[in-house]
Nanobody
């Protein structure tokens, strides 16, 4: 059973930075892609960023490119999302997601929620103007 524990959310003013983390257990972390999604009330969950199992490929929502960076530390079984130059429209609950197939890569797979089979509990990020 995979468990994902997120941390690091909070409140920040526009232009500020936050880093959210997700520690995974239950599978060989280094074999799987990981992703971050976000959701606001009344809207569907939205892809934000993903990193493949090797760490060699990353994918981003267009509106966060150049501001957000996803990374992974396989020794700590942890994936990170560094968020800089935050905007009020980045306010959401951010969810960590665990890829469903080992060694799969590619944007088609990692940028869609169907490519993931386990989800974290979510962490709130609030950006005030």
């Amino acid at each position: 059973q995979v468990q994902l524990v997120e941390s690091g959310g909070g409140s920040v003013q526009a232009g500020g930075s936050l880093r959210v983390s997700c520690e995974a257990s239950g599978r060989t972390f280094s074999n799987y892609g990981m992703g971050w999604f976000r959701q606001t009330p009344g809207k569907e969950r939205e892809f934000v960023a993903a990193i493949d199992w090797s760490g060699g490929s990353t994918y981003y929502l267009d509106s966060v490119k150049g501001r957000f960076t996803i990374s992974r530390d396989n020794a700590k079984n942890t994936v990170y999302l560094q968020m800089n130059s935050l905007k009020p429209e980045d306010t959401a609950v951010y969810y960590c997601a665990h890829g469903s197939r080992a060694y799969w890569s590619g944007s088609y797979y990692l940028t869609d929620a169907t490519g993931y089979d386990y989800w974290g509990q979510g962490t709130q990020v609030t950006v005030s103007s």
